[in-house]
Nanobody
Framework: QVQLVESGGGLVQAGGSLRLSCAAS????????MGWFRQAPGKEREFVAA????????YYADSVKGRFTISRDNAKNTVYLQMNSLKPEDTAVYYC?????????????????WGQGTQVTVSS
């Protein structure tokens, strides 16, 4: 079982930055590909970014490419999402997730463990 706890959300003006963190309880954190997803009110949960077990490979949704950066520190059991040039449409609850599969995925159904989410609100 893996427990995930997100932090770092908040209220920011458009054009600003936030850094989300996701701390994992797993002793074998480095064996889990990780992902970030978000869900806005009335919308389905959508893929934001994913990272391989070693951190050597990263993947992004087109809507955040060039603005967001996913990274991980396996020594600290933590995955990060650096969000720059934020837009009002980035407003959502952001979730981190871990998968037992070999590779990360953009599909929420591929992930086995989820955090409780952290709210990000971008004002115009």
């Amino acid at each position: 079982q893996v427990q995930l706890v997100e932090s770092g959300g908040g209220l920011v003006q458009a054009g600003g930055s936030l850094r989300l963190s996701c701390a994992a309880s797993a002793r074998t954190f480095s064996s889990y590909p990780m992902g970030w997803f978000r869900q806005a009110p009335g919308k389905e949960r959508e893929f934001v970014a994913a990272i391989s077990r070693s951190g050597g490979n990263t993947y992004y949704a087109d809507s955040v490419k060039g603005r967001f950066t996913i990274s991980r520190d396996n020594a600290k059991n933590t995955v990060y999402l650096q969000m720059n040039s934020l837009k009002p449409e980035d407003t959502a609850v952001y979730y981190c997730a871990a998968t037992r599969r070999v590779s990360s995925s953009s599909s929420p159904g591929s992930y086995d463990y989820w955090g409780q989410g952290t709210q990000v609100t971008v004002s115009s």
